[in-house]
């Protein structure tokens, strides 16, 4: 099963594709910075990037490697000045510094329980798949 995070309601969704949309910002990666991420250049890396994001944008779940690699991309948008948003999170997203961080941590251990549902249309409730 697909990992879900979808819901016109869903912070964590929201937060999410914010996340990954700091990527077209001003600190634009290098193909350095995407080969160290696991791919074969800065074409792939974006590719990639555009692929979960329009996922997301139409509430389809993320397999297990793409939800993790979702969340490394915002890891790394939430906490890095040069490539994400980092000290001006608040002025980029509608999110404060703080709801950002513990929504990533949510988001983050999600990455290691099986797969798992979040439903936006209940207030983001996780459900486990049987």
């Known amino acids: 099963m697909n990992k879900v995070v979808s819901g016109s309601d869903c912070e964590l969704h929201e ?42 944008d139409l509430g389809e779940g993320l397999g297990e490697e793409d939800f993790a690699l979702a969340v490394r991309l915002a890891s790394i948008a939430v906490s890095d000045d040069y ?7 608040s002025n980029v997203t509608r999110f404060s510094t703080e709801d950002a961080t513990s929504l990533l941590a949510i988001l ?20 486990r798949s049987a």
């Open 15 to 56: 937060f999410l594709v914010a996340a990954m949309g700091i990527w077209n910002g001003p600190g634009a990666s290098s193909d350095r910075f995407a080969v160290s991420l696991g791919f074969n250049g800065l074409n792939a890396f974006h590719s990639r990037r555009r692929c979960l994001m329009e996922a997301l």
């Open 83 to 89: 490539y994400g948003a980092a000290s001006e999170w």
């Open 108 to 127: 983050q251990t999600m990455t290691s329980l099986p797969a798992y549902e979040l439903h936006g249309n209940d207030g983001c409730v996780g459900e």
